[in-house]
């Protein structure tokens, strides 16, 4: 097996495993397809034992990050199970409640905004105070944002500023952490994805259809795709890349007056 990536032998932390089409599900996989060894957390014991057939022998914590305390347990019990040191960590998590559906952004509710953006954007930060005694002085975390075209609150109601603090918080740990390690910190913002997760946003899947649209190769991505490249991010190959954030759309980020578009845009309405 070809070893190009430098990933063999080495331990990551994916955390925000949920289902087989969760975009942390496929980095782990791949992953481990380069012989790298990965230590899964989930949200909950529910969860955990509805991956079980799946995650068989492996290494599997569980952490609610709206628990307090609960990431700082999580890094202990990592430790404490002889899987250090660590050599990247994965940070794939973000939920907004859309019980309500989208709403005027100026509406959105204070308590709504708290929960997403400690979820979402916050727990980046306290995965990386915790797990910083256990990473190695080069290590790589990877955390999945969104491409440009996907912030809008018409297709993902208030989740577009707190990616952007996300995106913004990414970049803050790698100034912070170049203290005293060279620990990298980096994004991928990926186009619209076919997950469990994005099925649960009101009329996305109207976004999904027009977004492929707009790719040039008129195919939206794989979860596959957005995995490989943080393969790439979490890999020594990646070195030169810190507090960046990579783009992955397919290109429909630099097709916005693609003719096609533009002429059913413009068709007169009856």
Same mark, same amino acid.
Request: proline content about 4%; some cysteine.
């Given at each position: 097996? @070809?070893?190009?990536? +430098? &990933?063999? $032998?080495?331990?990551?932390? /994916? ?7 969760? !975009? ?25 034992? @509805?991956?079980?057939? +799946? &995650?068989? $022998?492996?290494?599997?914590? /569980? ?7 609960? !990431? ?199």
């Amino acid at each position: 097996m @070809s070893d190009f990536l +430098q &990933l063999s $032998g080495k331990t990551f932390v /994916v955390v925000g495993v949920a289902n087989r089409k969760s !975009v942390a599900w496929f980095i782990a996989q791949a992953l481990e397809e380069q012989g790298a060894k990965v230590v899964y957390s989930v949200r909950s014991e529910t969860r955990k034992k @509805s991956l079980e057939a +799946q &995650l068989a $022998g492996r290494p599997v914590y /569980v952490c609610d990050m709206e628990q307090e305390g609960g !990431v700082e347990r999580l890094a202990a019990e990592i430790a404490v199970g002889g899987h250090g040191p660590l050599h990247g960590l994965v940070h794939s998590i973000a939920f907004a409640n859309y019980s309500e559906g989208f709403k005027p952004f100026h509406e959105t509710k204070r308590a709504d905004y708290l929960q997403a953006t400690a979820i979402s954007s916050f727990s980046l930060v306290e995965l990386a105070r915790a797990f910083k005694p256990h990473l190695v002085k080069n290590a790589s975390v990877v955390t999945i944002g969104i491409s440009s075209l996907t912030v809008t609150p018409d297709n993902y109601g208030y989740m577009g500023p707190i990616k952007a603090a996300l995106e913004s918080t990414s970049r803050f740990l790698a100034k912070s952490f170049s203290a005293d390690s060279e620990v990298r910190f980096n994004v991928v913002g990926a186009g619209p994805l076919k997950t469990s997760a994005s099925a649960g946003i009101p009329g996305y899947l109207e976004s999904y259809l027009y977004t492929e649209k707009l790719t040039f190769r008129k195919r939206n991505l794989s979860t596959a795709e957005v995995a490989h490249a943080a393969l790439f991010l979490l890999s020594p190959r990646s070195s030169g890349l810190n507090g960046t954030t990579l783009v992955v759309d397919a290109g429909l980020g630099s097709n916005f007056y693609d003719k096609d578009i533009v002429r059913l845009a413009m068709r007169p309405e009856r």
